[in-house]
């Protein structure tokens, strides 16, 4: 122990802080005597200089996660430190990749913090919370268009392996560069490669400056793999309580968390529930994502949207079920939809978001409903084309305008389009003629150019009337509806009042 250590430990004695010895060491897991009382996820200071955090108190002993890269050894005593584990926070982590400690991993030197901030910080009262109204964007059509997200939502991300989750998220913080919020990526027990393929996208894309990166690797211990998320939720709140940004983040992927939860826990003695996982599996999570919403003394959010493997698409699973009972709804990605090529592979069957609608306007709440009724008419005109039934003119049509929005829906990371790019999209694709053709890509970069301008109902209406001339070849009225059936379905997207904390 040297000198500054057996000074800082000592001053901690001195203070009549909590005493403790170590009686058991099983690789990160501790047991100590004598250190009580103590209460949970407080910090303990050892005499070699490592630190951990209190995880189970008992009777005669209290277990310690230990946060080190030295194992311990019996014998050896540690003292209270502090009542609560804390991170480094600061806005001047925003465009860095740092560790679960808040050290920088990007090369780019030391980050000065500006606090420190509860990484097992509660979610503020309803009293302190606010209706969500605002929608945002994510930069993908199918998502802002049918299954929208508000700011301060939580939304929960499900589907296989492969399936483009991972993909899908880094879409939507890539398009933050374009909105006044900050992305916050956390990334839980990954591997290198995929840890250089978020950067990489980032960076290629110009997002990095306005993201986090939190990393824990498969080759750290699985403490840090555990602390991983409630870490980088500790550096979004502190953006957006006491900076008043809006701030999004995603957690890749709460299933790595929950099985390095699951390990700790059961290393640990804890009674093992369904599937192994211990009794307060749901509150580890529930008490992280309802750390989201909006605050009613600043208006500003912060959006959770947490993804979920859902091993061979069972979403009934009690990891799925878990977090689909925490969250505000769901987007679940399809193997079968990813075979067909729709890129993200979204299933617009099985799919809800149950606060995001509130963020439309008319004009696309009226998209929505259209763009639900086309794509009903279209599936329904597949499965007749299947059997090579002879098909009328209106399934034709149906046909070709459904794989029209498919073709529209499908996009590649880092293809974003603002709101108002998509709509100019869908209205030119939901009235075009479906016995004129239509180049897609052509449509896309056109209307991409014109959504850049448009800030008020009046540029909107003025971008509309040139796309309509250079792309629709027929009147609106005479092709707007041969798409859709007689009956239209319901739209998917069910819609509840957004309650303060959702």
């Known amino acids: 122990m040297d000198n500054e250590v057996k000074k800082h430990f000592q001053n901690l004695v001195d203070e009549g802080k909590p005493v403790g010895e170590v009686v058991a060491v099983d690789n990160f897991l501790v047991e100590l005597s004598g250190l009580q ?32 890269s030295i194992t311990l050894k019996s014998g050896m005593l540690a003292v209270v430190q502090s009542d609560s584990l804390m991170t480094k926070v600061g806005k001047d982590f925003v465009g860095r990749v740092v560790s679960v400690t808040g050290e920088p991993l990007d090369g780019k030197g030391a980050i000065a913090s500006d606090a420190s901030w509860p990484v097992f910080n509660s979610a503020p009262p309803i009293y302190q919370r606010e209706l969500l109204t605002t929608q945002l964007e994510t930069g993908v059509t199918l998502i802002d268009a049918l299954f929208p997200i508000v700011r301060g939502q939580r939304l929960a991300l499900l589907g296989d392996s492969k399936s483009g989750k991972s993909t899908l998220a880094t879409q939507i913080a890539i398009n933050q560069r374009d909105t006044d919020q900050i992305a916050v990526y956390v990334l839980i027990a990954k591997r290198k490669s995929d840890v250089d393929d978020l950067i990489t996208r980032l960076i290629a894309n110009k997002a990095m400056e306005k993201t986090i990166v939190v990393v824990s690797t498969i080759f750290e211990s699985l403490v840090m793999s555990y602390l991983a998320p409630y870490v980088g939720c500790a550096m979004a709140e502190y ?60 208006k500003k959010h912060l959006t959770s949207v947490p993804i979920v493997m859902a091993d061979g698409g069972d979403i009934t699973s009690y990891l799925p079920t878990n977090i689909m009972s925490i969250t505000d709804g769901q987007w679940i990605l399809d193997m079968e939809v990813f075979h067909q090529g729709l890129r993200p ?33 279209f599936n329904e005109a597949e499965e007749f ?3 090579g039934s002879e098909m009328g003119a209106e399934a034709k049509a149906a046909l070709v305008v459904g794989q029209r929005i498919r073709q529209l829906f499908t996009q590649v990371p880092g293809e974003t389009y603002n709101l108002a790019t998509q709509q100019l999209l869908l209205d030119v694709v939901l009235n075009s003629n479906p016995s004129q053709d239509l180049d897609i ?21 003025k971008a509309k009337a040139q796309l309509a001339g ?30 303060g904390g959702s």
């Open 37 to 68: 009382p103590v209460n949970p996820h407080s910090v303990v200071f050892f005499e070699d200089g490592s630190r951990g955090f209190v995880q189970n108190i008992s009777e005669d002993r209290v277990t310690v996660l230990h946060m080190g």
């Open 385 to 387: 084309a299947r059997f």
């Open 345 to 377: 592979a979204i299933n617009t069957g099985l799919s809800v978001t149950r606060v995001g609608t509130v963020g439309h306007n008319d004009r696309q709440k009226d998209q929505n409903k259209k763009t639900v009724a086309t794509l009903t008419a």
């Open 239 to 298: 953006l957006w309580q006491e900076l008043g940004i809006d701030t999004v983040i995603l957690y890749d992927d709460l299933t790595t968390h929950a099985h390095a939860y699951r390990e700790v826990s059961l290393m640990s003695g804890a009674s093992p529930g369904r599937d192994s996982y211990p009794g307060d599996m749901f509150h580890a999570h529930s008490s992280l994502l309802e750390r989201a919403g909006r605050l009613n003394r600043n």
């Open 441 to 461: 890509d052509q449509l896309k970069t056109a209307a991409k150019e014109l959504g850049a301008n448009i800030k008020t109902d009046e540029d909107f209406e």
């Open 470 to 499: 250079r792309f629709q070849q027929a009147p609106a009225q005479a092709t707007a509806g041969v798409a859709a059936p007689a009956q239209p379905a319901p739209a998917p997207a069910q819609t509840a009042p957004a309650g």
